[in-house]
């Protein structure tokens, strides 16, 4: 309903329409906000991200500031070794990455599976009665506070299940582990992956359903033959919200995981992710333009690239599972 | 499906051979699945029972054992000393939070949903605003604390070289961008919830667009948006990375004095407390999760009330 103006005329008409003209405005200005934010991280990011590597920032660079090379981009990208406190510091953004992986990756194997059972439980299988409370259960779990995911980490995760389980065959477990981290990451992102998946395999009409149980199909061949390839992208597109979610995840990896960066496959040891070494470094006592300080936005840059890829690909493989039953 | 998938050895016996399907292994397999998919979506309920267990067993073992005094505990700022901490100041300090975010996302939040459903036209522009929504929902908590220790708190005055600090209005305006994209989504789902004949209606009246937003359609959607604010901010309430990339105390040690005063809030003290290695403070940390839960509990209880009593209303 587009419509802009008012076609009576008479007393008023002519200032009513004028109103009706600026609060649009104003409305569009609200709008506007939301798109000057992308704008504004991006500009952000990128000018204080550019004086990491160049030792002034990107304006001050385009207006004409010195600029001395103090990291090389290959260097940040490819360097096997962070220790921006060490006496002879080394930049290599890898181990940080190579954390972030490994609770991603380990956080998929238990939110993927579990999460489309659950999905498929609800959409195929759930009476009324259960969905109604099974599903609010779930919304619970996925609005409790991060932190308190990193609590239940080193509270409950390690010194009750990861030390004593994997102590028993010997497995040697540090305080901060990846593991814990990869096993909280991977129960909060259950949720997004079970309802996302849920709302695509309710879009899967009925026929086709009733089509595979007209040529005998039990329930599970409808669920996992019909059902389950029928919603595959919008499946898929559940896994990427979890995994970019699990990418972005901060303060349970950071209090599960802990702050040592490595370059491991371990996942009984501690380790740091971007984020957690995001937060070490806010909490340090580095002052503003150094190369410690600046690597933070350097760090945040690569972070939100890699949501923001994972965004794009959800955000296409979504208007694509809409499109298919129309 | 086929014969091919059962077992040879159970196609052999005699009251199954009229049929090349197993019927008894199909039903096994049937079941054997559900009970899967059952135990998958008990999992999450399971973990869910376990975490609040775990935090409600160390916050008690706290009281009993290790004689925190829930009076210090919620009438005392935080100190170094755990039988003197106390989490007052945090929760001031939320409190205000709280406001200042809510001030600061309603509006916009509410005026953008407005703009895209009841005035947008439908063209490059407005599915660029859209487009951009659904990725600005998914940057995480993180990015948005560093937008704003980036753009707010290292922002130097070019004139009196000062810089803005680690202020609370800083760290509700992170919260405050975090949120607006979600009670965006609500008020949405809200204004598409009043039915196109009641806008007509009132435009057929002769109201402009505005008048017809302004008494129809926002009364109508209201208990809606609402409810969508409620349950964003209780999401903002929890948040801790943008709040320590802002640069929020960690040890609330002081109560704010107002918007331009340093801050501490509930999820960063619990967040400090968790990683000392002092036992007693895990304790703290864990009587800190259940009143911030407590808190959340509260607000999505209001959150679900409305709904409820608005649904019945309709």
Redesign the interface.
Same mark, same amino acid.
């Given at each position: 309903?587009?419509?802009?103006?008012?076609p009576?005329s008479g007393d008023g008409?002519a200032a009513?329409?004028r109103?009706?003209r600026r609060?649009?405005r104003?409305?569009?200005?609200?709008?506007a906000?939301?798109?000057a934010?992308?704008l504004?991280?991006f500009a952000?990011?990128l000018?204080?991200a550019f004086s990491f590597f160049y030792d002034s920032r990107l304006h001050e660079a385009l207006l004409g500031a010195a600029v001395e090379a103090r990291v090389g981009f290959v260097e940040f990208l490819t360097g096997t070794r962070w220790a921006p406190y060490h006496a002879y510091p080394d930049y290599g953004v890898l181990p940080l990455v190579n954390g972030t992986l490994m609770i991603t990756v380990g956080a998929a194997f238990i939110s993927i599976?579990?999460?489309t059972?659950?999905a498929?439980?609800?959409s195929e299988?759930?009476s009324p009665r259960v969905r109604g409370w099974?599903k609010p @259960?779930?919304e619970?779990?996925a609005?409790?506070?991060?932190?308190?995911?990193?609590?239940?980490a080193?509270?409950?995760i390690t010194p009750v299940f990861v030390r004593p389980f994997f102590g028993f065959f010997g497995v040697s477990v540090d305080y901060y582990n990846a593991f814990a981290g990869i096993v909280v990451v991977g129960?909060m992102t259950?949720?997004i992956v079970?309802s996302i998946s849920e709302d695509a395999m309710n879009a899967v009409p009925d026929d086709l359903r009733n089509a595979a149980y007209g040529l005998?199909?039990?329930?599970?061949?409808v669920? @996992?033959?019909v059902v389950l390839p029928a919603s595959v992208s919008g499946i898929f597109a559940s896994y990427i919200?979890a995994v970019?979610r699990a990418?972005?995840?901060?303060?349970a990896v @950071?209090?599960a995981a802990g702050y040592q960066s490595r370059m491991t496959a371990n996942p009984f040891v501690e380790i740091q992710t971007m984020?957690a070494y995001?937060?070490q470094m806010?909490?340090s006592e580095a002052s503003?333009g150094t190369i410690e300080y600046q690597s933070?936005?350097a760090v945040?840059l690569l972070?939100?690239l890699m949501?923001?890829a994972?965004?794009?690909l959800?955000?296409w493989m979504k208007r694509r599972y809409r499109e298919e039953y129309r | 499906?086929t014969a091919a998938e059962a077992p040879e050895a159970s196609t052999t016996e005699a009251e199954d051979s009229w049929l090349d399907?197993d019927l008894r292994w199909?039903?096994l397999?049937?079941r054997l699945?559900?009970a899967?998919?059952?135990?998958?979506?008990l999992?999450?309920?399971f973990?869910?029972a376990? %975490?609040i267990a775990?935090?409600l067993w160390?916050a008690i073992l706290g009281v009993v054992q290790h004689d925190v005094s829930i009076r210090t505990f919620l009438t005392q700022p935080a100190s170094r000393h755990a039988d003197q901490a106390g989490f007052y100041a945090a929760i001031v300090g939320s409190v205000w939070l709280m406001i200042f975010t809510v001030l600061l996302s309603f509006?916009?939040?509410v005026?953008?949903a407005?703009?895209?459903e009841?005035?947008?036209?439908?063209n490059r522009w407005t599915r660029?605003?859209e487009?951009?929504?659904?990725?600005?929902a998914?940057?995480?908590?993180?990015?948005?604390?560093?937008?704003v220790?980036?753009?707010v708190v290292?922002f130097t005055n070019p004139l009196t070289g000062g810089r803005v600090g680690p202020i609370l209005l800083a760290g509700a305006v992170a919260l405050a961008?975090l949120i607006?994209?979600i009670i965006?989504v609500a008020s949405q789902e809200a204004l598409r919830g009043v039915p196109?004949g009641v806008?007509r209606g009132s %435009?057929a009246t002769?109201a402009?667009?505005?008048?017809t937003v302004k008494n129809v359609v926002l009364p109508a959607a209201f208990p809606g948006i609402l409810t969508g604010t409620i349950l964003a901010v209780?999401?903002a309430?929890?948040?801790?990375?943008p709040l320590?990339?802002v640069?929020a105390i960690?040890t609330a040690r002081r109560v704010p004095e107002g918007p331009f005063d340093t801050f501490g809030s509930m999820?960063t003290m619990?967040?400090y407390w968790?990683?000392r290695p002092e036992i007693t403070f895990?304790y703290l940390?864990?009587l800190g999760?259940v009143v911030?839960?407590t808190i959340?509990i509260a607000m999505?209880g209001v959150a679900v009330y409305l709904r409820n009593k608005y649904e019945t209303q309709q």
């Open positions: 309903m587009s419509y802009d103006g008012n009576l008409v009513d329409n109103r009706n609060v649009r104003v409305f569009l200005a609200c709008a906000v939301t798109v934010t992308t504004a991280i952000v990011l000018d204080n599976p579990i999460g059972a659950t498929l439980y609800l299988y759930a099974l @259960t779930l619970v779990l609005g409790v506070p991060t932190i308190v995911y990193g609590f239940f080193i509270s409950f129960i259950i949720p079970a005998g199909a039990t329930k599970r061949e669920s @996992t033959h919200l970019s990418i972005g995840e901060t303060m @950071t209090l984020t995001m937060v806010a909490r503003i933070l936005f945040g972070l939100f949501t923001l994972m965004n794009l959800n955000d | 499906m399907v199909e039903h397999k049937g699945f559900l899967g998919c059952v135990a998958a979506s999992f999450g309920v973990v869910l376990l %975490l775990d935090v160390e509006f916009i939040g005026g953008t407005v703009y895209l009841e005035f947008a036209p439908d660029l605003i487009a951009n929504l659904a990725n600005l998914g940057v995480p908590s993180i990015v948005y604390g560093l937008l220790l980036a753009a290292n961008l607006t994209p965006i196109d806008r %435009l002769g402009t667009r505005w008048q209780a999401r309430i929890g948040e801790t990375a320590i990339m640069g960690l999820p619990i967040y968790a990683d895990h940390a864990a999760i911030l839960l959340l999505n």
